[in-house]
Structures are given as structure tokens and as C-alpha cells.
């Protein structure tokens, strides 16, 4: 059972929260002290908001992390559906203030204790009086707040950028990550979102998306269908495995060409998958506008095709003008995936590498005087999280 714990308010305390995080985080994992780890993830867990972004996001990364750095990753990996859930009393009270009735004439059932909880908002299991199952998202009761703390806290952006986004760091890009992350707070955007996703993906036999259920959603709670299936790491068919590879690349690359949008946070915890394969998406609340979808598409047929010149000229139209480096990561993170997206094996040779180019990457964009697109560390972000989840479902070779 998840722990009830007090979502903590006041930019003093959440802040410091993050530091002791941080703290514990750093020396755990240079020592390999699982309990410091642990103590951390907890630490992030309970804040919610920006804290357990963090931890999402950083549980995502291990694929290139150095092996004390993987331990860190696998103990923030649980925050993915564990952080501290909210008080019972006080999410029912949000359920029947946002859907204006009460919570027994709205639902059949409603289970007062969630099954997964996360940054924004905790899940639970309901069932209409149709009888349909169906997953309850109801926001962390304060959780505005506390993000809108988190945001406006001295350094937070810059902690968070150092720790997710292989590229960028600038004002505008720190500005932008803000708009983002408050953006998520608005789950009728999401329901939108999603609708739309269902649209392009209606009849796909390896992508599957729940229509949300509009007539039990608001600002502030969202009703999908209930949906089973296994995570990332549950065993699996190698031929489910690559059909689902397969399906991550098409749902997360290039379905944005017909979106619009990069469903921008591929975490494990954001979708399931079924025994035969077919991936069954959760959450829609983390999207990032294309800039170019005409750009988009030639940067993913020219990494599909090896063509290097071609998916520089592609790049700089979405990002904006890069130096070697820069192109040099986004072949990196894009090629390899694009080229086999069913049949992925992780080189060494290639984690070496990313390991060696993403500082420099980093270094490059910012003396690049903010010039390029803030959308880009997202991108850059979201690519990365990809590939370390084709190479769970394709394994590593050497």
C-alpha cells in the first residue's frame, strides 16, 4: 500500500525538500548506499509536483548512466506510479466539487485507495453505473500550488535541466519547461489531447488509446477506461517485444507528424502492454507543439534512409541551426531507433558515445547564444527516454 503523507506546502519547505533530495541522491549514488537512495526517492515521492518529475525522469535514464548511476535509476524508476498518495477525504471532496455530485451518484464503485500515484494527480479504480471499469485520474489536492512553488523556486529549473535534458539551459528554455509542466494541470487540455490521439490511432493494430470519458472528466479529474496489461520489463514474447518496440517508435516519432504534437513524456509508467504486443497509452498530459511537421517527417525518413546531410538540414528547420555536436547526438538518439525500430539492440559502443557527446552537446547549444528552439533539450529528452525503452524490450548486446 502507498503511504498517506501531507503534501508539503510553502516554497521554503519544498525547496529545501529538493536539496536534501538532491544531497542524498548524490552521495548515495557515488557510494552506492541504497539506503541514502532510497531515502531520496522518498523524499521526491512525498513532494510530488517538480520533485517527483524529477524522479520520473531520472528513473528513465539508465540506459546511459554509469553502472553506480543505474542503481539511482532503478530506485527513482518506482516513482513512476509510487509517489505518496493524498489524503482520501480530501480527493473525494475535489471529485464531487469538480463533477457536482456526489461520489456514489456519479460511480457504481470508487476505490478510496488509489493504485498508482505520481506527480500531478493519483489513479483510481471505479465503476460507472453501466457498469463500465474505469481509471479515476483526480489531481493531488494542492498540487497547483506546490508546482507553481516548485517553478517560481530560486534554481529549480536549472536542478531539473541538469538532470533531464541532454541539451539546452537557457532562460527561454527554462521558460518554456515552465509552461509545459503547468500546462499539465489542465486535464481537459489532456482529455483533448487524447481524443484526438484515439482519432489518428482508431483501428491501428499495434497502438491502442482509450477515449476519455468526458462526461465524468474536468479541469481537475480525468475518466478513462480501465486498461491491464504488462509493463516494460514483465516477460514477454520476443515477438511481442518487437511489436511493441515497433509501436513506441511509430506512436512517439512519428505520430507527432499527424498530431502535431510529441506526446512528450515516453516514461514506462505512461503506457502498457498487452501479451501479443499492442501498446495501450495512459497518459496525454506532457505535449510539446511541432514546430515544423513537414521538417519533422524528412528528419525521421532521412534517419530511417542513413542520410546524414539530409537529417541535418531536417533538424536545423525544427531546432534551429546546430553545431557538430549537436547533430552528432541527435543522429545518436535518432538513427539507430529510426533505421530498425522492431529489432533494437543497444551497442555499448553507442552508449559510450552518447555518454561522451551529451556534455559537449550541451556545452555547444549554450554558447549558441539562444538561438535555437526551446523545443529542442525537450526533443532531445524524449528521444533519449525512448530509446533506453526499446533497448529494455531489445536487451543490449556485449
Same mark, same amino acid.
Given at each position: 500500500m502507498m503511504s498517506f503523507?501531507?503534501?508539503?506546502?510553502?516554497?521554503? $519547505? $519544498?525547496? *529545501?525538500?529538493?536539496?536534501?533530495?538532491? @544531497?542524498?541522491?548524490?552521495?548515495?549514488?557515488?557510494?552506492?548506499?541504497?539506503? @541514502?537512495?532510497?531515502?531520496?526517492?522518498?523524499?521526491?515521492? &512525498?513532494?510530488?509536483?517538480?520533485?517527483?518529475?524529477?524522479?520520473?525522469?531520472?528513473?528513465? /535514464?539508465?540506459? +546511459?548512466?554509469?553502472?553506480?548511476?543505474? +542503481?539511482?535509476?532503478? #530506485?527513482?524508476?518506482? *516513482?513512476?506510479?509510487?509517489?505518496?498518495?493524498?489524503?482520501p477525504e480530501e480527493v473525494r471532496a475535489l471529485v464531487e466539487a469538480e463533477l457536482g455530485a456526489p461520489v456514489a451518484q456519479l460511480f457504481a464503485s470508487f476505490e478510496a485507495e488509489p493504485f498508482a500515484s505520481a506527480s500531478i494527480g493519483q489513479v483510481h479504480r471505479a465503476h460507472l453505473h453501466d457498469g463500465r471499469e474505469v481509471a479515476v485520474k483526480v489531481q493531488h489536492p494542492g498540487v497547483e500550488q506546490a508546482l507553481r512553488e516548485d517553478l517560481e523556486g530560486v534554481g529549480n529549473i536549472e536542478w531539473l535541466m541538469r538532470r533531464v535534458a541532454p541539451s539546452g539551459g537557457t532562460e527561454a528554455v527554462q521558460a518554456h519547461i515552465r509552461g509545459i509542466f503547468l500546462a499539465e494541470l489542465d486535464y481537459r487540455a489532456e482529455a483533448a489531447a487524447q481524443g484526438r490521439a484515439a482519432d489518428l490511432f482508431e483501428g491501428d493494430a499495434d497502438i491502442f488509446v482509450p477515449r476519455p470519458i468526458l462526461t465524468h472528466s474536468s479541469a481537475r479529474v480525468l475518466c478513462t477506461p480501465f486498461l491491464r496489461g504488462l509493463s516494460l520489463r514483465d516477460p514477454m514474447s520476443e515477438t511481442a517485444r518487437s511489436r511493441a518496440s515497433g509501436a513506441l517508435w511509430r506512436f512517439y516519432q512519428e505520430g507527432a507528424v499527424e498530431?502535431?504534437?510529441?506526446?512528450?513524456?515516453?516514461?514506462?509508467?505512461?503506457?502498457?502492454?498487452?501479451?501479443?504486443? #499492442? +501498446?495501450?497509452? @495512459?497518459?496525454?498530459?506532457?505535449?510539446?507543439?511541432?514546430?515544423?511537421?513537414? !521538417?519533422?517527417g524528412r528528419f525521421l525518413r532521412a534517419?530511417?534512409?542513413?542520410? &546524414?546531410?539530409?537529417?541535418?538540414? !531536417?533538424?536545423?528547420?525544427?531546432?534551429?541551426?546546430?553545431?557538430?555536436?549537436?547533430?552528432? *547526438?541527435?543522429? /545518436?538518439?535518432?538513427?539507430?531507433?529510426? !533505421?530498425?525500430?522492431?529489432?533494437?539492440?543497444? &551497442?555499448?559502443? /553507442?552508449?559510450?558515445?552518447?555518454?561522451?557527446?551529451?556534455?559537449?552537446?550541451? &556545452?555547444?547549444? /549554450?554558447?549558441?547564444?539562444?538561438?535555437?528552439?526551446?523545443?529542442?533539450?525537450?526533443?532531445?529528452?524524449?528521444? *533519449?527516454?525512448?530509446?533506453?525503452?526499446? !533497448?529494455?524490450?531489445?536487451?543490449?548486446r556485449g
Open positions: 503523507r501531507p503534501l508539503p506546502r510553502g516554497r521554503l $519547505r $519544498r525547496g *529545501l525538500g529538493m536539496a536534501r533530495a538532491a @544531497l542524498g541522491g548524490a552521495v548515495g549514488a557515488l557510494g552506492g548506499e541504497q539506503r @541514502l537512495l532510497e531515502h531520496s526517492a522518498e523524499i521526491l515521492g &512525498e513532494l510530488r509536483g517538480l520533485g517527483t518529475k524529477v524522479g520520473q525522469m531520472g528513473g528513465a /535514464l539508465e540506459l +546511459v548512466l554509469p553502472e553506480r548511476g543505474r +542503481v539511482l535509476a532503478d #530506485v527513482l524508476a518506482k *516513482l513512476q506510479n509510487q509517489a505518496s498518495r493524498s489524503d498530431l502535431g504534437a510529441w506526446v512528450a513524456d515516453p516514461h514506462p509508467g505512461n503506457f502498457l502492454i498487452s501479451p501479443e504486443g #499492442v +501498446v495501450r497509452f @495512459l497518459d496525454f498530459g506532457c505535449l510539446e507543439p511541432v514546430p515544423d511537421r513537414d !521538417a519533422l534517419a530511417k534512409e542513413g542520410k &546524414e546531410g539530409e537529417m541535418d538540414q !531536417a533538424s536545423a528547420a525544427l531546432f534551429g541551426a546546430q553545431g557538430p555536436m549537436g547533430q552528432r *547526438l541527435l543522429r /545518436l538518439l535518432v538513427a539507430p531507433a529510426a !533505421a530498425r525500430p522492431g529489432q533494437l539492440f543497444v &551497442e555499448p559502443a /553507442l552508449l559510450k558515445e552518447l555518454a561522451q557527446v551529451m556534455p559537449a552537446a550541451k &556545452e555547444e547549444s /549554450l554558447k549558441g547564444g539562444g538561438s535555437l528552439s526551446p523545443t529542442l533539450p525537450l526533443y532531445c529528452r524524449l528521444a *533519449l527516454v525512448l530509446l533506453a525503452d526499446l !533497448a529494455a524490450l531489445g536487451g543490449r
